[in-house]
């Protein structure tokens, strides 16, 4: 097993770049000035029902697919009241066999900080060996304990999309997870994601952009996969603060420079993880700004006190608080409601989003100080939404999308006993969670995902859900599910292109038709 | 004894009678596979330098021997160079046939001594110091300025596309590894086909099946011809047997990784881990040039690895991340019987920052010039492959 120290590049702002960031950050700053003196404005009242594409569309955007409980429950409600379940959930509720399966897990057992301690124990204790054969052992036996923490993370998210009532939360929490992207494989990160997951993102999936934020910047998953766990004054690692502005909050051409980089990497200093259980030796005139919560540690030793202006404008906190303050600025900031208005219309109407939606829903975002679920309202209720839900005009599922809605649609509320199988093709069609290398997250465009490869592994995941794949299920495996009944008739076979008809018709078995149904063009269709 | 076992090679291995120069100009039907090796290889115990006397003073139990001082020693190359044992039968018949030649003091000027990081770097091949455009690899780059007669296929036999293969060329992957399971018939392939035919992506649907039915052909005839011939049936000496049937007729651009390559404890000397690692390496590159028949001499292998190891045996008797490594280079028409690239003696004094091989021959030169020779780019496509970078003029073709 690898083991990875080192920092990610430093990377340099061409000169060039820079002035057509100034450009960016006053067209921002006008659009803001104008955003708000637009706040006051009543958005035009949303229609109570689903529209001309029906409960069935929208069911299968807001969730991680349609099935037949689902769409009942969303139809039996009405539009106005399932969209408000959805965005302000109070039903988590998962099937007793799931969540006995979630229970079980060391990571719901033991608290992240309980778990790193023992793990740094026995990886210390594995060092100190002096016979190479046991070393090696214990070195072994370590990275297996780290792979099986990751891949209990990766199980208890995968029955909580499949299902949890609370779709839309589950929807958010993988696209924040992407948009604040961590890698499991570098370091002890492993032992880290669940937390992360559990604690950082979930909680804060459809609520304030800034508290989700700031729980990110606080946790030692993000703290240590960007290295500002070793970001110290003196000793400067930009990593995190770059990343924080490029991908986190402002974007590329967010309109700040190479120098606001540099602040926010001092600003930064001090905040990083600390694993022992007592607190760091600090000098008395410290103490008070000193913060050791779990593995959280800010240590006011290891910061730069130093005056500091970001963005053009002075800091003027202190410690922690300027942190907090750092935040404040860029996660109000204009670029920042634009940056994440696009992302949000990318995931949830197309991958080219019209300039206008991408304006209003950054409006939006800026006139309710980053409310998630306000902002995702006046994108659900908008025009090009509701056009978006039209099949001509659908987008194309990324490959987590593509297992979890075949998996949904085949099997219902019926946990799976073996999360294992279905781990499997997300990871071979490339999309594992916390398995993203780069801190950029997975690309969200079909480009990215419907290569040649792609498509003929998708064909055999397809047959192996339609056809009941024996490990999904332990020792007595379910018939297979019949997908052509009533409920297709009614809801997906108005949405079929006569190729799809054709080939269903040549089906010989109901596992072949099952498997030429999620094989479609159609099913593909986000 | 060690003249018999290269006559008995020589004999066993019909590839070798193929060699002819036939890369006098670039030609069409070029193939090249590049190999990854994951987790940083100890090159220094690969390509021996057993004329420096610093190098068995640094590794007092892991150094391998001079040539000729013991049935495990290096295998001479020349004066400066040697040969790991285990690779008597497999490489060393290559090095005297002109087929394989080496560069050591390669690498990234990539610091971070970060496998992740490091990989990543090497694998898009961009400007260290610009910003970092996840969706451009390297060799997608090249593919992307190949065309006409010498448009080239590409293709990564990996889980997922590579980094280096990203881009705006689409690029099928085929993990053998993963193969055959859950397979569809023709008859429901073609059911499945049709359904695509009118649709942005029938071209895709349609390439991807017969991709994998070449694949899992490709995997079973390999398979049979290794169990008539009694070599070794797993690992990478099976998967490169089973690459060169499809690259042979159907891809011209390929890339694979192997992992496994992070000695930090117990990785031996002339036996034992990194022995047996080299062993399979050696095996399934000779194999590679043999399966690969009236193409070798059409095809070039570039092995390389993000980075090296410490020159100095660590504690444990492993080595740590370092900095310059040895690329390989392999083909049935290439100059090789050589040491290729800027060298220099390795005594304390020289080493990079006190622990490494230096960095003298920067892999971006040395990609551009083995591709301006393979492929007779233009400076124009030779800029938008490795922007601003002069090649290298090592003479490998």
Same mark, same amino acid.
Request: net charge negative; aromatic share 8%.
């Given at each position: 097993m690898w083991r990875v120290l080192a920092a990610l590049p430093q990377k340099k702002t061409l000169p060039r770049k820079r002035l057509v960031r100034l450009g960016a950050v006053f067209t921002a700053m006008l659009a803001s000035a104008i955003m708000l003196a637009a706040c006051a404005s009543n958005p035009p009242a949303a229609r109570n029902d689903f529209g001309p594409e029906g409960a069935y569309a929208w069911v299968n955007r807001l969730?991680?697919?349609?099935?037949?409980?689902?769409?009942?429950?969303?139809?039996?409600?009405?539009?106005?009241?399932?969209?408000?379940?959805?965005?302000?959930?109070?039903?988590?509720?998962l099937p007793a066999a799931a969540q006995a399966q979630i229970d079980a897990m060391r990571i719901s057992? #033991?608290?992240?900080?309980?778990?790193?301690?023992?793990?740094?124990?026995?990886?210390?204790?594995?060092?100190?060996?002096?016979?190479?054969?046991?070393?090696?052992?214990?070195?072994?036996?370590?990275?297996?304990?780290?792979?099986?923490?990751?891949?209990?993370? #990766?199980?208890?998210?995968?029955?909580?999309?499949?299902?949890?009532?609370?779709?839309?939360?589950?929807?958010?929490?993988?696209?924040?997870?992407?948009h604040f992207s961590v890698f499991q494989g570098k370091r002890d990160i492993r032992a880290l994601v669940g937390d992360y997951e559990e604690q950082a993102i979930r909680p804060h999936a459809l609520g304030r952009f800034r508290d989700l934020l700031g729980a990110v910047v606080r946790h030692p998953a993000m703290l240590r996969y960007l290295d500002n766990d070793q970001n110290a004054v003196g000793r400067i690692n930009e990593n995190y603060a770059r #990343?924080?502005?490029?991908? *986190?909050?402002?974007?590329?051409?967010?309109?700040?420079?190479?120098?606001?980089?540099?602040?926010?990497? *001092?600003?930064?200093?001090?905040?990083?993880?600390?694993?022992?259980?007592?607190?760091?030796?600090?000098?008395?005139?410290?103490?008070?700004?000193?913060?050791?919560?779990?593995?959280? #540690?800010?240590?006011?030793?290891? *910061?730069?006190?130093?005056?500091?202006t970001l963005l053009g404008e002075p800091l003027k906190a202190q410690g922690l608080g300027e942190i907090d303050e750092a935040l404040d600025r860029l996660a109000r900031h204009p670029s920042t409601a634009h940056f994440?208005?696009?992302?949000?219309?990318?995931?949830?109407?197309?991958?080219?989003?019209?300039?206008?939606?991408?304006?209003?829903?950054?409006?939006?975002?800026?006139?309710?100080?980053?409310?998630?679920?306000?902002t995702l309202k006046v994108l659900f209720d908008s025009p090009e939404f509701s056009a978006s839900l039209a099949p001509a005009n659908n987008g194309f599922k990324d490959p987590v999308h593509y297992v979890l809605s075949g998996v949904r649609l085949a099997y219902g509320d019926r946990p799976l006993e073996d999360t294992g199988p279905v781990l499997g093709w997300i990871r071979r069609l490339g999309q594992p969670r916390f398995g993203h290398v780069a801190p950029d997250g997975y690309p969200m465009v079909a480009s990215a995902w419907n290569g040649s490869g792609q498509l003929a592994t998708r064909f055999e995941v397809a047959r192996a859900i339609g056809t009941t794949d024996r490990g999904l299920f332990g020792a007595a495996p379910p018939a297979p599910p019949s997908l052509s009944g009533p409920w297709f008739s009614q809801y997906m076979a108005p949405r079929l292109s006569p190729a799809t008809r054709d080939a269903l018709a040549q089906a010989k078995t109901a596992q072949e038709w099952n498997t030429f149904l999620l094989s479609s063009p159609e099913f593909m269709a986000r | 004894m060690k003249r018999r076992e290269l006559l008995a090679a020589l004999a066993a291995t019909p590839l070798l !009678?193929?060699?002819?120069?036939?890369? $006098?100009?670039?030609? $069409?039907?070029?193939?090249?596979?590049?190999?990854?090796? &994951?987790? =940083?290889?100890? $090159? !220094?115990?690969?390509?021996?330098?057993?004329?420096?006397n610093f190098y068995y003073e640094s590794r007092p139990n892991l150094a391998i021997a001079r040539p000729g001082e013991s049935p495990t020693s290096a295998l001479a190359l020349n004066a400066d160079w040697g040969l790991h044992p285990v690779l008597a039968k497999s490489m060393l018949p290559l090095y005297q046939a002109g087929q394989l030649a080496f560069v050591p003091f390669a690498g990234t000027d990539d610091l971070s001594r970060?496998? @992740?990081? !490091?990989?990543?770097?090497?694998?898009?091949?961009? $400007?260290?110091?610009?910003? &970092?455009?996840?969706?451009?690899?390297?060799?997608? &780059?090249?593919?992307?300025?190949? =065309?006409?007669?010498? =448009?080239a296929r590409p293709v990564a036999f990996t889980e997922q596309v590579p980094l280096s293969l990203r881009g705006t060329a689409q690029v099928p992957n085929i993990a053998f590894n993963t193969l055959g399971k859950g397979g569809l018939d023709a008859r429901q392939s073609k059911v499945i086909a049709d359904m695509y035919k009118q649709t942005a992506l029938g071209k895709q649907v349609e390439e991807g099946f017969a991709v994998k039915v070449d694949a899992q052909r490709a995997a079973a005839e390999a398979l049979d011809a290794a169990s008539g011939r009694a070599i070794s049936t797993k690992g990478f000496a099976l998967e490169a047997r089973r690459i060169a049937l499809l690259?042979?007729?159907? @891809?011209?651009?390929? @890339?694979?990784?192997?992992?496994?390559?992070?000695?930090?404890?117990?990785?031996?000397?002339?036996?034992?881990?990194?022995?047996?690692? @080299? !062993? /399979?390496?050696?095996?399934?590159?000779?194999?590679?040039? /043999?399966?690969?028949?009236? =193409?070798?001499? &059409?095809?070039?292998?570039?092995?390389?690895? /993000?980075f090296g190891r410490t020159f100095r045996e660590n504690g444990n008797r492993g080595t740590d991340h370092g900095h310059g490594t040895v690329y390989w280079v392999l083909g049935g028409a290439i100059q090789g019987g050589r040491i290729l690239g800027e060298q220099q003696k390795l005594e304390a004094s020289t080493l990079f920052q006190n622990r490494d091989y230096p960095v003298l021959n920067e892999y971006r030169r040395v990609f551009a010039g083995l591709f301006s020779q393979m492929y007779g780019l233009s400076s124009r496509q030779l800029d938008q492959v490795f922007a601003g970078v002069a090649p290298s003029k090592l003479g490998i073709i």
């Open positions: 969730s991680w697919g349609a099935n037949p409980a689902s769409v009942a429950t969303a139809t039996k409600m009405g539009r106005s009241a399932w969209l408000a379940q959805q965005l302000h959930p109070t039903d988590r509720v057992k #033991e608290p992240m900080p309980v778990l790193l301690r023992e793990l740094t124990a026995s990886n210390e204790a594995a060092n100190a060996l002096t016979d190479d054969a046991a070393k090696q052992a214990a070195r072994t036996a370590y990275q297996r304990e780290l792979n099986e923490l990751a891949q209990q993370a #990766e199980s208890r998210a995968l029955l909580r999309s499949l299902y949890s009532p609370a779709q839309l939360q589950e929807q958010m929490t993988w696209f924040w997870l992407n #990343e924080l502005m490029e991908l *986190h909050t402002l974007g590329v051409d967010g309109g700040y420079q190479q120098a606001d980089v540099q602040t926010l990497a *001092h600003v930064l200093t001090g905040l990083g993880v600390r694993v022992q259980e007592d607190d760091a030796k600090i000098r008395p005139a410290l103490q008070t700004q000193y913060v050791h919560t779990g593995l959280f #540690e800010f240590n006011p030793a290891r *910061h730069d006190p130093a005056p500091k994440i208005a696009r992302k949000l219309a990318t995931f949830f109407v197309s991958d080219e989003p019209p300039p206008a939606l991408v304006d209003r829903v950054a409006k939006a975002f800026l006139c309710t100080d980053g409310d998630i679920a306000k | !009678t193929l060699g002819g120069r036939l890369y $006098a100009a670039p030609q $069409a039907g070029a193939k090249l596979l590049v190999v990854f090796l &994951r987790g =940083a290889y100890d $090159a !220094t115990n690969l390509l021996v330098p057993v004329g420096s970060s496998h @992740f990081e !490091t990989q990543d770097s090497v694998e898009l091949g961009q $400007a260290l110091d610009a910003h &970092r455009d996840y969706q451009s690899g390297f060799l997608n &780059r090249l593919v992307s300025v190949l =065309a006409g007669a010498q =448009a690259m042979k007729d159907r @891809f011209d651009v390929g @890339f694979v990784d192997i992992g496994g390559w992070d000695t930090h404890v117990g990785q031996g000397a002339a036996t034992g881990y990194l022995a047996d690692r @080299f !062993t /399979e390496l050696g095996e399934g590159l000779a194999g590679f040039g /043999e399966e690969m028949g009236a =193409a070798w001499p &059409r095809t070039v292998v570039v092995v390389i690895s /993000e």
